[in-house]
């Protein structure tokens, strides 16, 4: 049986991490949590998942080394997703936390959504795709996906979002920047639509 491919997913000691390696593994990834940036510079693909606050989480982050891992994969030109709070570190800043600075990967700010409707939202949300992108292929036109968050992405610029939701406004949820994707649904937690994005994502990471 021909092994998959080898994708780091960051473990900076925040939240339940392991669900995102073990959708990857279902969809047949050798997908490893690591702190080790040795690991993440010879992974195929590198996964910054997170849940939490996005200060803490950056702290976090910073404090385990992982900060200038994730600037190198990035840099590589390797596939790389980030997942719900670790999209939003992907962000220059976030309202949650004035005063943390994010990653700065896809430049502008992480905004609360609006306070007319309950937060967060905790349910399953149906995309509206922007734009064509192969972590899509096959999901059909609308997929639903689950949530669980207070905030979204507004980047600079507008052509890095690639699905939103309708939700009290409407809300970007997905974003492509160069060989970043990132989302701030679950796909590890979105039935057979989410494991569909991950297994692009690992067939995406196969091609490298």
Known sequence: ????????????????????????????????????????????????????????????????????VVHQAVESGKPFLGICVGMQMLFDTSEEDPGARGLGVIPGTVQWIPNTVQRPQMQWNQLSISREDRMF???????WMYFVHSFHGVPTATEDVVATV?????????????????????????????LALLKNFVNAAGTQ
């Not at 997913?9 to 050798?30: C, F, M, P, T, W």
């Open 1 to 68: 049986m021909t092994q998959g491919p080898r994708i780091a997913v960051l473990d900076y000691g925040i939240g339940n991490l392991r669900s995102a390696q073990k959708a990857l593994e279902h969809v047949g990834a050798r997908a490893e949590l690591t702190a080790d940036p040795t690991v993440a510079a010879t992974a195929d693909a590198v996964v910054l998942p997170g849940v939490g606050a996005f200060g803490a989480c950056m702290d976090s982050l910073r404090t385990c080394g992982l900060e200038s």
């Open 137 to 143: 292929s096959g999901l059909g036109e609308n997929p």
């Open 166 to 194: 309708e939700y009290g406004a409407t809300l970007n949820v997905a974003f492509r920047r160069g060989n970043v994707f990132a989302t701030q649904f679950h796909p590890e937690k979105s039935a057979q639509a989410g």
